[in-house]
Structure formats: structure tokens, C-alpha cells
């Protein structure tokens, strides 16, 4: 291979990889909502990642919303009864490993919206692949660098090799 292609194949590369990044960048993770509206007694079964629970208070007093959150952590199973304070205003609560989430409150100034944030597994699979043509742009780069120096310094102090 010349020296011209192998820093070709790098820049090539760098462009793929550039691109890579820029995707990820773009659609890090995907965002399901699952219920948005006013609290009322609810079950949600989300589908896995991280659970944001946003509460707004558009009441003047505080509220206090029992919730049953039910995680599976490395294979074991737990219930968390909590009464969540939802002061006036927004309040932002988050869960992971989440199965289920039961609301049993029910109020018309209380707006509860639940989403779920996930990364997809294509995102880790492209960003290893990223960071491999990262490395091999890297490499390419400097072979090519260096062929292109050691044929030019060759060349012309030794024409018997040429």
C-alpha cells in the first residue's frame, strides 16, 4: 500500500467515524412516555431504563402521593411503598430497574407524567465501532506519515535503491 492511500484510508476512516459521533450525539437514547395527565390511581409497566415520575403541584398546599414502586435488581425482587412530597411547583422523582409503579392518589391539581429514558443496544454497538475507527484513523494516520517521510528522505539521498 502507498503512503497516499494509507492516509486516504484514515481520513476515510475519520469521516466515518465523525459521522458515528455526530449520530450519537443527534439520538443518544430514546424517550417513552407513558402517561401524562392528571393523577389519578394508575399502573405502569415501563419498559426498562430509567424511570422519571415529574409531578406538578398546581395546588396552593403541598401533596403527598403514596406510590408502590416494585424494581428487580441483579435478580432480586423488591416493593418500595414511598409518599412522594410534591411541593407547589414541579417535582422531578427518578427509578431504576423499575417493574411496575402504582399511584393510588387521585387529584385534579396534581398533573403526573412518567417517562421512561433507555439506551438502545444499536448505540452501544455503533459507539465500540466509533471508537474502533477512531483508533484505526489514529494508526493509519501515522503509518502514512511515516512511510510518506522515510520515502521521501530516501529518495533522493540514495538513488542506487530507487
Known amino acids: 500500500m502507498s503512503p497516499e492511500s494509507l492516509t486516504r484510508l484514515a481520513y476515510v476512516m475519520g469521516v466515518g467515524a465523525a459521522a458515528l459521533a455526530l449520530y450519537l450525539l443527534l439520538n443518544p437514547y430514546s424517550v417513552t412516555t407513558y402517561y401524562s395527565g392528571p393523577a389519578r390511581p394508575l399502573n405502569v409497566t415501563p419498559g426498562g431504563g430509567l424511570v422519571l415520575l415529574a409531578i406538578n403541584n398546581t395546588g396552593g398546599g403541598t401533596a403527598y402521593v403514596p406510590v ?89 539521498r540514495n538513488p542506487k535503491e530507487q
Not at 398533573?111 to 471508537?131: E, G, P
Request: aromatic share 16%; hydrophobic share 50%.
Open 68 to 156: 408502590s414502586v416494585g424494581e428487580e435488581a441483579y435478580g432480586v425482587a423488591f416493593i418500595n411503598n414511598a409518599t412522594l412530597e410534591a411541593p407547589p411547583g414541579l417535582s422531578i422523582y427518578n427509578f431504576s430497574f423499575v417493574k411496575y409503579i402504582y399511584i393510588n392518589y387521585s387529584s385534579q391539581s396534581l398533573f403526573i407524567t412518567i417517562k421512561s429514558i433507555k439506551i438502545l443496544i444499536i448505540n452501544k454497538i455503533l459507539t465500540v465501532i466509533m471508537v474502533l475507527l477512531f483508533i484505526l484513523m489514529f494508526a493509519f494516520l501515522v503509518v502514512g506519515y511515516l512511510y510518506q517521510i522515510v520515502y521521501k528522505t530516501k529518495g533522493p
